[in-house]
């Protein structure tokens, strides 16, 4: 479904993302993990559209994505749940869902439904200003919102960051869920565990370049193998 292939993406003059290849099944999972600063979310912003390409390909179903800018890959697809959210504050949580419908002809209520069932707690807080929610509800907006746009392929970034572990759980609990119903996954994670456990293959980039990569249990070890030596 998507393929990445001799990838080059940076700012500015700097390059940081060199030479990365990525591939990703239809319907399957996959982490993308790495230490701060790693490109991570450079890579992401590279498939989204939101950063240009040097060089190298993107592909997605087949179709060449580096000359397309970001809302034709939305309606390719293509949605991303950005680090830190970045939720509308001001508007209430059925606001911002329905901004997540916006590259749809109009959005569709089964999917809000469904988005409720997964998040009973956005349905509670359904007037709400999105800007009062907590983190973890915010992370829940967040992803709700891209679900709106009726993707094929949801890439969440660091979806764990500062939430507590319950939370953290909560959210990997729907992430699996959507997955078991065939959604295909791409998660940027710098914590492994969560993301190890749900994804069918991982990736680990280091300073711009792909350092390993292979079955979950596999990278698993051996990134404890690099910790520990
Ligand atoms: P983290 O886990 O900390 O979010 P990451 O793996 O997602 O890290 P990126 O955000 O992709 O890492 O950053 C990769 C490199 O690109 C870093 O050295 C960062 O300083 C640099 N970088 C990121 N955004 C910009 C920008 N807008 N302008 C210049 N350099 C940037």
């Known amino acids: 479904m998507l393929r990445i292939e001799h990838l080059k993406a940076g700012y500015g003059q700097g390059i940081i993302l060199d030479d990365i290849h990525l591939s990703l099944d239809q319907g399957h999972s996959i982490a993308l993990l790495g230490a701060n600063g790693a490109g991570k979310t450079t890579t992401l912003k590279a ?47 059925h606001e911002n869902l329905l901004m997540g419908a916006a590259i749809l002809k109009e959005p569709d209520q089964a999917v809000e439904q469904k988005i409720f069932e997964l998040f009973p707690r956005l349905k509670e807080r359904y007037r709400q200003v999105a800007g009062t ?34 939370l953290v759980g909560e959210v990997f609990e729907v992430l699996a869920a959507l997955q078991k119903e065939g959604l295909t996954l791409l998660i940027v994670e710098q914590y492994a565990k969560k993301a190890l ?33």
């Open 47 to 93: 498939i989204s559209g939101l950063l240009p390409v040097c060089s190298g390909r993107i592909e997605f179903e087949g179709k060449e994505l580096t000359q397309l800018p970001p809302h034709q890959r939305a309606h390719l697809g293509i949605a991303h749940v950005p680090e830190g959210r970045r939720i509308f504050p001001d508007l209430t949580v």
């Open 197 to 229: 456990s749900l994804c069918h293959y991982a990736y680990v980039l280091n300073r711009g370049k792909m350092l390993l990569e292979g079955q979950p249990e596999e990278v698993e070890s051996r990134l404890q193998e690099a910790y520990l030596s």
């Open 133 to 166: 929610l907590s983190g973890g509800e915010q992370q829940m907006l967040a992803i709700g919102r891209a679900l709106m746009s009726k993707p094929r392929l949801l890439m969440l970034d660091e979806p764990s960051m500062g939430l507590a572990p319950k």
